[in-house]
């Protein structure tokens, strides 16, 4: 048996000749033997398309290859092509020639795809019991529902059956079963994926998602699943991400008020969100809390919208000669799309656009959000009972995110004590994916423990760095230096200082003839560590912040005391000619506050 199948994990075997992709693949057949107990698939690739996926790897460098032989499951509302696509409804099935954009990026990467998983039907619902291919069963308790509507792609990572899977994310459903299932589950940028090849549930709110056992491993794929996709029209390329507040030892994390906390009569789920603040907290967050009601104001427009239409519209033909054979929850949601006037729908933008204004103005004080990903957990035979109540509680913390186009990242938040996951979302603006894998990982780091139904251990975080920054790092030594005349310079480019630290001792600094900057020479011999700080700043504005420098200054490459570099202040020759050697004082600062005595 192969134990544990981290990304990670699974490319140090391959590189090391211990593992082959074949040797894996029967091993995962062999898991799969025998009854689907957890109602997790609707249909598999049989053994010999499997083991002829595995046979395309052999021969080939595995560090060629960015996924090689990586086992995936694909929710059954994308396409694989010669695999029926169902959405979870028999009668709409169709079987694609051409797999999905974002599945075809995966194999071409050397992923193997295992099968297609049980969803909601048509992605719609937040609890994973809305399907005719039966009630996908929570990984660590059957009697629990998995949450959904990726029910059976979260519930083949935990139980060891891929080592991650595609989802889609309109409402939650990336997420919640995350949390229900002690997954990771990243709900990338609305458009990073290309959502060709998906059916629809809501074509312009649509995101494919993507469960993991680990914030790094959910970054790999993420760097391979993303891309501009000129076939999809909402598609758009990832832009840098600026600001890595994910790895910042310092950053301001939003906290909902306490009366906008439901947890629906479910104190162990109070109790670790409570805990999940704290890690935040000893990770170097401070936290603000921020008013949660137009967040949940705009959650309500999902359901009580226009984009209910927006679901029966993705349907309609079928819908409107075979309704009987949509399930009775799905059907009555649907079926009220049919009412929905232009006036009303214009109604509801004019509201998103209201309360999308008030949103964004949280991000001014906070670099990320952090939500319980639900409030509770309910069993299935309860869900069933009453299937709308509760699964709008479930949707209570998820239902506005890609109404305001936000990015998020679902992360493990420890246990009940009756053993079931609970789960946080950490939040933030479009194209923040990276930061937000980043903090993720931190806080699953910081947590321990398990990492699904199989219990594997955590692996030791990788430091991956796969999605562009766009950000540019300077030295100051001079007026630029926090608190002095030309800071502002920094601050109103949106700049962060990032370290306070010194040069190698390769530099003589110097005090200008006008008696308001320092010229810093680097020399062959004699020279001393000088005091500097290092700024970071969006790329997009580095260029305006240079053209403003004036000779004999510029920028060149400086090297700090740790022996790495970055741009940083430097100054001609011919400008010191005159200027008083300020070596001694070891900095600016110093000398300014030696004039002052």
Known sequence: MIPNLNIATLRRRYQSGDLTPLALVDDLLARMAGEDTHAIWISRLDAETLRDYARKLEGKDPASLPLYGIPFAIKDN??????????????????????????????DAGAIPVGKANLDQFATGLNGTRSPYGACRNAFNPDYISGGSSSGSAVAVALGLASFSLGTDTAGSGRVPAAFNHLVGHKPSCGALSTRGVVPACHSLDAVSIFALTAEDAER???????????????????????????AAHFRFGVPKQQDLAFFGNAEAERLFDEAVARMQALGGTPVEIDFAPFLQTARLLYGGPWVAERYLAIRDFFDAQSDKVFPPVRD???????????????????????????DAVWNDIDVLLTP???????????????????????????????????????????????????????????????????????????????GATAHPLPAAEALNLLASGQVRVAVVGAHLSGLPLNPQLTERRARRIATTQTAPKYRLYALPDGKRPGLIKVESGGAAIACEV?????????????????????????LADGTTVNGFICEGLGVAGAQDITEFGGWRAWLASRDV
């Open 78 to 107: 994308i396409d694989l092509a010669g695999l029926p696509t169902t959405a979870a409804c028999p009668e709409f099935a169709y079987t694609p020639e051409r797999s999905a954009t974002v599945v075809q990026r995966l194999i």
């Open 333 to 359: 949601i649907i079926a009220g799309g049919r009412a929905i006037s232009a006036a009303d729908t214009f109604a509801h933008l004019y509201k998103l656009r209201a309360f999308k204004r008030t949103c």
């Open 535 to 559: 700024w970071e700043m969006p790329a997009a504005a580095f260029g305006t912040f240079v053209a403003g420098i004036a000779a004999p200054l510029g920028i060149g490459t400086l090297e």
């Open 221 to 247: 794929v993420l760097a391979v699943a993303a891309g501009f996709d000129a076939e999809d029209e909402y598609s758009r390329p990832l832009a840098p991400h600026g600001f890595d507040f994910g790895r």
């Open 373 to 451: 990903t639900a409030g509770t957990i309910y069993r299935i035979e309860d869900m069933q009972a009453d299937p709308i109540r509760l699964n709008s509680n479930l949707g209570y913390y998820t239902n506005f995110m890609n109404l305001l186009d936000l990015a998020a990242t679902a992360v493990p938040a420890g246990f009940q004590h009756d053993g079931l996951p609970f789960g946080v979302t950490l939040i933030a603006p479009p194209h923040q994916d990276g930061p937000l894998l980043h903090l993720a990982s931190r806080m699953q780091q910081a947590l321990g423990g398990k990492t």
